[in-house]
């Protein structure tokens, strides 16, 4: 099965600086990577996603990469706050099979 | 769009009580609903895959007559955990997902289950 390894696990920076956050998949099947934000007891929320037949998506302050061939995707998030302080898990899926999770990156933004 | 709903948000009960906690999309059809069980900074560990009227697939591990998952219909999917015990206490959340691949899933809010 698949297999979605992340790193790293805890990741500070200051406010105002990026941060970037990696993942690699095993499978080659897969083809649909979403990117989820987990605040403190509430629920994971989409924040990106990015599917195979492209290498780069940007939403304002983020952006992720995909290399199909080396199996990795990468989240970046420039001009950190605060408030993107946040559990981050990246995901691989194979059409329309389940999802499998990394195993998060907690991001602490200090002011 | 794309609400999912989760409850209760929260339970405590005695050791050897049965819980069920439901999850709908309330605004759109799930074909498939997920669940998965979270322990404190932790990731989620998936259990179960279910698809609207048809048995739930379980992860290895999974007790399917512990952990009873019922999706009957596209928008409700429930879990019920028998004869809970304490090592049953965590953080249990759903998501749900719209038909054909590429879809994100949608989460509900979680349940905080907790066994005396």
């Known amino acids: 099965g698949e297999n979605v390894e992340q790193h790293p696990s805890t990741l500070s920076v200051q406010e105002g600086d990026s941060a970037v956050i990696k993942c690699t998949y095993s499978?080659?099947?897969?083809?649909?990577f979403p990117w989820y934000k987990q605040e403190l007891g509430k629920r994971p929320q989409l924040i990106i996603d990015i599917r195979s037949n492209v290498g780069e998506k940007k939403d304002q302050r983020i952006a992720v990469t995909l290399n199909k061939t080396a199996k990795h995707f990468s989240l970046h998030i420039t001009e950190t706050q605060p408030e993107d302080s946040a559990v981050y898990f990246c995901a691989a899926q194979a059409n329309a099979g389940k999802s499998t999770f990394g195993d998060g990156t907690t991001l602490t933004v200090k002011p | 769009g794309a609400v999912v709903s989760q409850h209760p948000s929260w339970v405590i009960c005695k050791s050897g009580t049965s819980v069920k906690i439901e999850c709908r999309s309330l605004?759109?059809?799930?074909?498939?609903m997920f669940w998965y069980r979270q322990f404190p900074k932790q990731s989620l560990m998936l259990m179960a895959t279910?698809?609207?009227?048809?048995?739930?697939?379980?992860e290895q591990g999974v007790e399917k007559d512990k952990f009873l998952i019922n999706h009957a219909s596209l928008t409700l999917s429930t879990l019920t955990v028998t004869s809970a015990h304490p090592e049953d206490s965590s953080f249990y959340i759903c998501?749900?997902?719209?038909?054909?691949?590429?879809?994100?899933?949608?989460f509900g809010d979680g349940t905080r289950l907790s066994i005396l």
């Open positions: 605004d759109f059809q799930a074909t498939t």
């Open positions: 499978d080659s099947a897969s083809n649909y």
């Open positions: 998501s749900a997902r719209g038909d054909g691949g590429g879809q994100p899933q949608h």
């Open positions: 279910s698809n609207e009227g048809s048995k739930a697939t379980y």
